[in-house]
């Protein structure tokens, strides 16, 4: 069997978006699945548009997912010397020819051809045809190189996500492969990478399904096998529309920084154009085992940040507490959290976790135990009454001596309960604005566990 090997190629002209990282997701997970290798390649031959910055961010958002590639990066613009020989040997071959059109000139067949109602394209003046005068060559212009497109006859290929996909030749006109001053156009280079590359399978958005066509064609005419083709449906906002700006991050690095975790996006990805069964919760190494081209899905992926947020809960709730902490506590630094003197981080996470969607929201959740308790005046005369004020007094006797874990502590309470004759919202909320000076919190025993006793004494006895 032939050893797999995909690539994602990226355009750095623009941050790694989610349908470029679900993209590299399948092709990283399709030549997992097979023990092949899965190629990084960097498409950056627009010099207009490439930027350094935009290469540094899709790097960064492969590392941040860990889809890791075997071979690469590789870049385009290094690769310079290799397409100019492939240009010369196709124009030696007779596949490739020199056009001195203008760009004015082609402009103007484009446009006689529009009036007449026909599909605007170049008209072949210069291509070379058995028994036809070319016109004279003009002194002043440098050619370009264009593709000898066959004229008759069709492209058909087996699409492992559209089926059967067949665009005539006469619907293409003859691809400029190289500009005047030398270098390779995008089509071009594509198809030599993945001829150099030995790419088996090139699984793309299928914006590029116009592409393929052309790609085929060159590397028919340069003797190149053909890797097997799958153009993925684009991901839609939960509107319909086309992802976009607007429906709010579009670059994936900006989930991190909102508090997703990498194995819930990676997740939520796998899921948008692909299904296994009903599993929705799956690990990467069994998303690897089961992932084939067969249960890719045709139509649109609507992207619903609900469900994400939906995984991610699931996620953090799964995550190691220490892991948590280590996210959280930038985040709960900038926001002025105090660490001295209050619970450990990792255990507090832990009790938190469970309705926290991301990073960010148990992060704030938690700031109730790293900052200096300041409860409403009118919140504490309404719950710190004269019938609670004794059940506190005894409430703070006991905690001196009580062994400190959940379930002495709970005991403890419901004897001080009984013995004043309360309920225990009686004493947890006062306890609680005490404590965090807020109302709202997991169970009073839990919270009173994460606290060291000297601290939870002396605050208590502040209000005795």
């Known amino acids: 069997m032939t050893v797999v090997r995909t690539r994602f190629a990226p355009s750095p002209t623009g941050y790694l978006h989610l349908g470029g990282a679900r993209t590299a997701l399948y092709c990283w997970a399709f030549a997992r699945h097979f023990g092949g290798t899965f190629i990084l390649r960097i498409e950056d031959t627009d010099l207009e548009r490439s930027t350094p910055e935009a290469v540094r961010a899709i790097i960064e ?5 860990g889809l890791h590639h075997d071979e690469g990066p590789f870049y385009q613009m290094q690769r310079m010397e290799r397409y100019r020989q492939v240009v010369k040997q196709m124009l030696d071959a007779g596949t490739a020819y020199h056009c001195y ?19 605007p ?44 996909i067949t665009i005539a030749n006469k619907e293409m006109d003859d691809l400029v492969i190289a500009r005047p001053d030398g270098t390779p156009t995008y089509n071009f280079c594509v198809a030599v990478d993945d001829w150099d ?33 799958g153009h993925l449906p684009m ?50 190494e069994q998303f690897c085992q089961w992932f084939d081209l067969n249960n890719l899905t045709k139509s649109p992926a609507q992207f619903n940040p609900e469900k994400l947020n939906w995984l991610n809960n699931q996620y953090i709730k799964l995550a190691d507490n220490d892991r948590l902490a280590s996210l959280a506590r930038p985040r709960m630094l900038t926001e002025g959290a105090e660490f001295n003197h209050n619970p450990p981080l990792a255990p507090v996470l832990g009790l938190m976790k469970e309705r926290a969607n991301t990073i960010n929201e148990l992060a704030d959740a938690a700031m109730l135990f790293y ?52 309920k225990m919202p009686q004493l947890a909320m006062p306890l609680r604005l005490i404590l965090v000076g807020q109302l709202q919190t997991p169970a009073i025993d839990a919270v009173l566990e994460l606290f060291d006793r000297d601290v939870v004494l002396a605050r208590v006895r502040k209000y005795l």
């Open 235 to 284: 991901i839609l906002g939960a509107d319909g529309e086309k992802l976009s700006k607007r429906h709010g991050a579009v670059s994936v690095m900006d989930y991190p920084a909102q508090g997703y975790l990498p194995e819930a996006m990676l997740n939520y990805l796998a899921r948008l154009g692909w299904s296994h069964g009903d599993d929705e919760i799956f690990t990467m």
């Open 61 to 65: 958002g492969m590392e941040w997912l």
């Open 371 to 422: 900052r200096t308790p300041q409860a409403d005046p009118a919140l504490l005369a309404q719950h710190l009454n004269d019938a609670v004020k004794p059940a506190l007094a005894q409430f703070a006797e006991r905690i001196e001596t009580v062994e400190w874990h959940k379930p002495a502590l709970a005991a403890m309470i419901k004897e001080v309960l009984t013995a004043h004759s309360l």
């Open 197 to 229: 590359m030995q790419i088996t399978h090139v699984l793309r958005g299928d914006d590029h399904v116009n592409n393929t066509p052309r790609q085929i064609n060159i590397l028919n005419a340069i003797g190149a096998p053909l890797p097997k083709y």
């Open 101 to 119: 059109s203008s760009p004015e000139e082609v402009e103007a067949m484009r446009e006689r051809m529009r009036a007449s109602g026909d599909k």
């Open 121 to 164: 394209r170049y008209d072949g003046t210069w291509r070379p045809e058995p028994g036809k005068a070319l016109p004279a060559v003009p002194a002043d212009r440098t050619p370009v190189v264009r593709f000898k497109n066959p004229l008759d006859g069709e492209v058909s290929w087996d699409d492992v996500v559209k089926g059967t």
